[in-house]
Nanobody, 124 residues
Framework: QVQLVESGGGLVQAGGSLRLSCAAS????????MGWFRQAPGKEREFVAA????????GYPDSVKGRFTISRDNTKNTLYLQMNSLKPEDTAVYYC?????????????????WGQGTQVTVSS
């Protein structure tokens, strides 16, 4: 059974940092693009970051560019999201996801596998 399990969420003050992890099991995703999305209450799921299968290409929306960094360790089958300079508007449930394809995509429907999410709350 394929599972993506996020960890590392929590409560942090504005300006602080968090590092999210996503551990995959059940199969390897070394040949798949992976990404992070987030969803705040009452809002649609939003693209946060994605990385190609070999780490050569990444994508971020303007809202997090320069503050968030996605990385992966294919030897550990794990995806990471380093979040710096956090803002209250970053508060959301953060989801890890994996595509069937190798290249970066910013649309949630392009991702086949999803984790259960981890809550990130940024206080002002």
């Amino acid at each position: 059974q394929v599972q993506l399990v996020e960890s590392g969420g929590g409560l942090v003050q504005a300006g602080g940092s968090l590092r999210l992890s996503c551990a995959a099991s059940g199969r390897t995703f070394s040949n798949n693009a992976m990404g992070w999305f987030r969803q705040a209450p009452g809002k649609e799921r939003e693209f946060v970051a994605a990385m190609a299968w070999n780490g050569d290409n990444t994508g971020y929306p303007d809202s997090v560019k320069g503050r968030f960094t996605i990385s992966r360790d294919n030897t550990k089958n794990t995806l990471y999201l380093q979040m710096n300079s956090l803002k209250p508007e970053d508060t959301a449930v953060y989801y890890c996801a994996a595509r069937r394809g190798m290249v970066v995509r910013a649309i949630a429907s392009e991702y086949l596998y999803w984790g259960q999410g981890t809550q990130v709350t940024v206080s002002s």
